[in-house]
Protein backbone atom coordinates (compact mmCIF):
# COMPACT_ATOMS: atom_id res chain seq x y z
CA UNK A 1 0.00 0.00 0.00
CA UNK A 2 1.10 3.58 -0.83
CA UNK A 3 0.66 6.42 0.77
CA UNK A 4 2.18 9.85 0.84
CA UNK A 5 4.04 9.04 4.03
CA UNK A 6 5.94 6.58 2.08
CA UNK A 7 8.32 8.82 0.28
CA UNK A 8 11.50 8.78 1.39
CA UNK A 9 14.11 10.15 -0.51
CA UNK A 10 17.85 8.43 -0.34
CA UNK A 11 20.94 9.52 -0.73
CA UNK A 12 21.99 14.04 -1.02
CA UNK A 13 18.74 15.80 -3.05
CA UNK A 14 21.09 18.62 -3.87
CA UNK A 15 23.16 16.22 -5.87
CA UNK A 16 20.27 15.53 -8.06
CA UNK A 17 21.02 18.32 -10.83
CA UNK A 18 17.52 18.65 -12.73
CA UNK A 19 16.06 19.49 -9.30
CA UNK A 20 18.25 22.39 -8.69
CA UNK A 21 17.50 25.98 -9.92
CA UNK A 22 19.96 28.45 -9.98
CA UNK A 23 18.72 31.68 -7.46
CA UNK A 24 16.56 34.34 -9.49
CA UNK A 25 17.95 37.61 -9.70
CA UNK A 26 14.64 38.92 -9.84
CA UNK A 27 11.06 37.58 -8.60
CA UNK A 28 9.00 36.52 -11.20
CA UNK A 29 5.79 34.66 -9.40
CA UNK A 30 3.35 36.13 -7.65
CA UNK A 31 4.72 34.49 -4.92
CA UNK A 32 8.04 35.55 -5.17
CA UNK A 33 6.64 39.01 -5.35
CA UNK A 34 4.92 38.67 -1.99
CA UNK A 35 8.16 37.41 -0.48
CA UNK A 36 10.18 40.57 -1.88
CA UNK A 37 8.00 42.59 0.16
CA UNK A 38 8.15 40.56 3.03
CA UNK A 39 11.85 40.61 2.54
CA UNK A 40 11.76 44.46 2.23
CA UNK A 41 9.29 44.93 5.47
CA UNK A 42 11.67 42.81 7.20
CA UNK A 43 15.08 44.97 6.69
CA UNK A 44 13.88 48.66 7.84
CA UNK A 45 17.05 49.78 7.06
CA UNK A 46 16.24 49.69 3.77
CA UNK A 47 13.38 52.07 3.64
CA UNK A 48 12.70 53.76 7.26
CA UNK A 49 15.39 56.53 6.40
CA UNK A 50 13.34 57.44 3.28
CA UNK A 51 9.77 57.93 5.03
CA UNK A 52 8.32 61.61 4.98
CA UNK A 53 4.93 62.40 6.12
CA UNK A 54 2.74 65.04 3.89
CA UNK A 55 -0.26 66.67 5.64
CA UNK A 56 -1.53 67.91 2.09
CA UNK A 57 -0.54 64.78 -0.18
CA UNK A 58 -0.47 61.21 -0.36
CA UNK A 59 4.19 60.78 0.56
CA UNK A 60 5.45 58.13 -2.37
CA UNK A 61 8.68 57.14 -3.36
CA UNK A 62 10.20 54.45 -5.89
CA UNK A 63 12.30 52.14 -4.03
CA UNK A 64 13.82 49.89 -6.31
CA UNK A 65 12.91 48.54 -10.33
CA UNK A 66 13.73 45.28 -12.12
CA UNK A 67 12.51 44.23 -15.51
CA UNK A 68 8.99 44.47 -15.56
CA UNK A 69 8.16 45.70 -12.00
CA UNK A 70 8.55 48.67 -9.87
CA UNK A 71 8.55 48.89 -5.48
CA UNK A 72 6.95 51.83 -4.23
CA UNK A 73 6.84 52.95 -0.47
CA UNK A 74 3.99 55.53 0.36
CA UNK A 75 3.12 57.01 3.85
CA UNK A 76 -0.57 57.94 5.00
CA UNK A 77 -1.34 60.66 7.57
CA UNK A 78 -4.63 60.07 9.23
CA UNK A 79 -7.28 60.71 7.36
CA UNK A 80 -5.05 60.55 3.66
CA UNK A 81 -6.71 58.03 0.91
CA UNK A 82 -6.08 56.99 -2.24
CA UNK A 83 -9.61 57.01 -4.02
CA UNK A 84 -11.15 54.61 -5.46
CA UNK A 85 -9.20 53.18 -8.23
CA UNK A 86 -7.73 49.89 -10.15
CA UNK A 87 -3.85 49.71 -11.46
CA UNK A 88 -4.88 49.73 -15.26
CA UNK A 89 -2.86 46.43 -16.54
CA UNK A 90 -0.61 45.57 -13.50
CA UNK A 91 -0.69 43.13 -10.75
CA UNK A 92 0.00 44.08 -7.38
CA UNK A 93 1.21 43.27 -4.16
CA UNK A 94 0.59 45.77 -0.73
CA UNK A 95 2.23 45.16 1.95
CA UNK A 96 1.45 47.95 5.19
CA UNK A 97 4.72 48.37 6.78
CA UNK A 98 3.89 50.43 9.47
CA UNK A 99 0.43 51.15 11.51
CA UNK A 100 -2.91 50.19 9.80
CA UNK A 101 -4.75 51.00 6.78
CA UNK A 102 -8.20 49.90 5.42
CA UNK A 103 -9.32 48.58 2.06
CA UNK A 104 -12.51 49.26 0.78
CA UNK A 105 -13.89 47.41 -1.93
CA UNK A 106 -17.62 46.83 -3.09
CA UNK A 107 -17.32 43.94 -0.91
CA UNK A 108 -17.03 45.49 2.21
CA UNK A 109 -13.79 46.80 4.66
CA UNK A 110 -10.90 45.29 5.19
CA UNK A 111 -8.60 46.00 8.47
CA UNK A 112 -4.93 45.97 7.24
CA UNK A 113 -2.35 45.91 10.01
CA UNK A 114 0.93 46.07 10.02
CA UNK A 115 2.80 42.88 7.89
CA UNK A 116 -0.80 42.35 6.31
CA UNK A 117 -0.60 41.56 2.78
CA UNK A 118 -2.62 42.10 -0.18
CA UNK A 119 -2.22 40.72 -3.30
CA UNK A 120 -4.64 42.03 -6.67
CA UNK A 121 -4.90 41.31 -10.25
CA UNK A 122 -5.05 43.62 -12.79
CA UNK A 123 -8.46 45.61 -13.03
CA UNK A 124 -9.19 45.19 -8.91
CA UNK A 125 -10.86 48.16 -7.80
CA UNK A 126 -10.35 49.46 -4.24
CA UNK A 127 -9.53 52.54 -2.29
CA UNK A 128 -7.08 52.26 0.75
CA UNK A 129 -7.34 54.33 4.02
CA UNK A 130 -5.47 55.43 7.13
CA UNK A 131 -8.63 56.06 9.05
CA UNK A 132 -6.65 54.92 12.32
CA UNK A 133 -5.01 57.86 14.44
CA UNK A 134 -1.32 57.10 13.68
CA UNK A 135 0.40 57.66 10.70
CA UNK A 136 0.89 54.71 8.46
CA UNK A 137 3.96 53.21 6.08
CA UNK A 138 3.15 50.56 2.86
CA UNK A 139 4.84 49.08 0.39
CA UNK A 140 3.51 48.23 -3.26
CA UNK A 141 5.11 46.27 -6.24
CA UNK A 142 3.83 46.85 -9.18
CA UNK A 143 4.24 44.11 -11.93
CA UNK A 144 4.06 45.36 -14.84
CA UNK A 145 5.09 48.58 -13.88
CA UNK A 146 2.39 50.95 -13.02
CA UNK A 147 1.61 53.29 -16.29
CA UNK A 148 -1.54 54.04 -15.10
CA UNK A 149 -4.66 54.04 -12.50
CA UNK A 150 -7.33 54.86 -13.31
CA UNK A 151 -10.05 56.64 -10.76
CA UNK A 152 -13.60 55.72 -10.41
CA UNK A 153 -16.86 56.88 -9.30
CA UNK A 154 -18.02 55.57 -5.84
CA UNK A 155 -20.12 52.55 -5.52
CA UNK A 156 -23.11 52.30 -3.42
CA UNK A 157 -21.37 49.20 -1.18
CA UNK A 158 -18.15 51.06 -1.09
CA UNK A 159 -19.67 54.50 -0.33
CA UNK A 160 -21.64 52.60 2.78
CA UNK A 161 -18.48 51.50 4.21
CA UNK A 162 -16.63 54.69 3.99
Do not use: K
Given at each position: MNSDNDLQIAGDILEVPHLLQPPRE???TVAEFAGLARS?????SQWEHLVRYDAS????????TGP????????????QASGLHDHGGSSGVLTVLD????????RGTRALGSGAQRVFAPGYVHEVVNDALEPA???HIYY???TEMPMHAARCAVAETV
Amino acid sequence: MNSDNDLQIAGDILEVPHLLQPPREHPSTVAEFAGLARSIAADRSQWEHLVRYDASSRWYHRLRTGPGYEVWLLSWVPGQASGLHDHGGSSGVLTVLDGALSEHTERGTRALGSGAQRVFAPGYVHEVVNDALEPAVSLHIYYPGLTEMPMHAARCAVAETV
